[in-house]
């Protein structure tokens, strides 16, 4: 059902003109949006915890976009995107980072959104797999890196 969904909101082409709209939401460059999915974990939580580190001038908050909402580790800043708080996190964020391009419907043309697949191999097979159809093809080429 949502697959359909999508393919009607691509066919009158709501992605370009959303992404055009929330574009003009200025973004804040050392805002740093984090998500991982089921966890804090995976390839993201260890980049995460490195940009901490490198980067303590930014800010780096972690946004939950599924429910229920996990235990949050400690000194990490976290939002549920289902809040007003999270939404408005999500739009002003300069850089966001993924493992499943939880967000890229919402990626705006002025937003970078870095997606770590749950591995970096997944995106050079991506090209290889011809089982996968162009639609999803389409959605992976939405993020930036």
């Excluded at 939401?25 to 998500?35: A, C, G, R, S, Y």
């Excluded at 939580?45 to 229920?68: D, F, L, S, T």
């Excluded at 002025?110 to 697949?117: R, S």
């Amino acid at each position: 059902m949502l697959f359909k969904i999508d393919a009607i909101f691509e066919r009158i082409g709501c992605y370009t003109f959303l992404g055009y709209i929330l574009g003009l939401i200025p973004k804040d460059n050392n805002l740093m949006v984090w998500t991982s999915y089921p966890s804090f974990g995976d390839s993201v939580w260890i980049y995460y915890e490195y940009c901490k580190q490198e980067y303590p001038e930014k800010n780096h908050v972690w946004i939950q976009a599924r429910k229920p909402v996990l235990e949050v580790p400690k000194d990490v800043i976290s939002y549920n995107f289902w809040s007003i708080k999270g939404i408005a996190i999500l739009l002003r964020a300069k850089v966001i980072f993924t493992n499943n391009n939880e967000f890229y419907r919402l990626k705006s043309r002025n937003q970078i959104l870095i997606d770590f697949w749950h591995g970096i191999p997944i995106k050079n097979i991506l090209n290889y797999d011809n089982a996968l159809g162009t639609r999803i093809q389409k959605h992976a080429y939405k993020t930036s890196y």
